[in-house]
């Protein structure tokens, strides 16, 4: 993977924030060297008024391909877990903390890998370019990688996912499993208890956000 002399996207970033100003903008961007085995950026997606924002890690194999966040079997099962909890996906902005795909290949297929916090770090100012637009009252980070993005790698998912606290990015933050955890559970009984828990904690976002007279 070629080298890149910046560690931040900062320098991307348009003086003017717009959709399609960081829609354009990201896929330029060289911010660090992910872009270079990568199809394309994938920038979040939804409405700009939306009040309630999730964000995961970064895009799989066919968000890369077709440029949209969340259209793979994880963004299948997020959305099926926000129409049992009563959210309809079109009212919610879905992005990553990452937006270039990270991956390994293994002979034909290209195997997720994890981001690390260089490339975290790195891709912030997108994640942070999109609250600043869109001004959410609710964000709900999915997994791990995103919830350390934005509290810090302190920050345990498995102490404190489904607890509401504030954050200086939106009044209401919270965690929860992403997707893809799901689908690597062992078998068909854990992935069943998984994804119960899954929904309660959309079903605890979908309540507050009532509660917010939304």
Known sequence: MPQTDSTSAAEYIPEHLTPRALRESVQRCRGCALYARATQAV????????EIVFIGEQPGDEEDRQGHPFVGPSGKLL??????????????????????????????????????????????????????????????????????????????????????????WAPHVTSTVHPSAILRA??????????????????KVHRLWKGLGK
């Open 186 to 203: 062992p078998d068909e009984e854990q992935r069943h208890k998984e994804y119960e828990q899954f929904v309660a904690d959309l079903k």
């Open 79 to 168: 959305d099926r877990g926000l129409e049992e909890a009563g959210i309809d996906r079109s009212q919610v902005y879905v992005t990553n903390a990452v937006k270039h795909f990270k991956f390994e290949e293994r002979g034909k297929r290209r195997i997720h890998k994890k981001p690390n916090s260089v490339e975290i770090r790195a891709c912030r100012p997108w994640l942070e370019a999109e609250i600043n637009l869109i001004q959410p009252r609710i964000i709900v980070c999915l997994g791990a990688t995103a919830a350390q993005a934005i509290f810090g790698s302190t920050y345990r998912l498995t102490k404190e996912r489904g607890l509401f606290v504030r954050n200086s």
């Open 43 to 50: 920038f979040g997606e939804g409405p700009n008024s939306a």
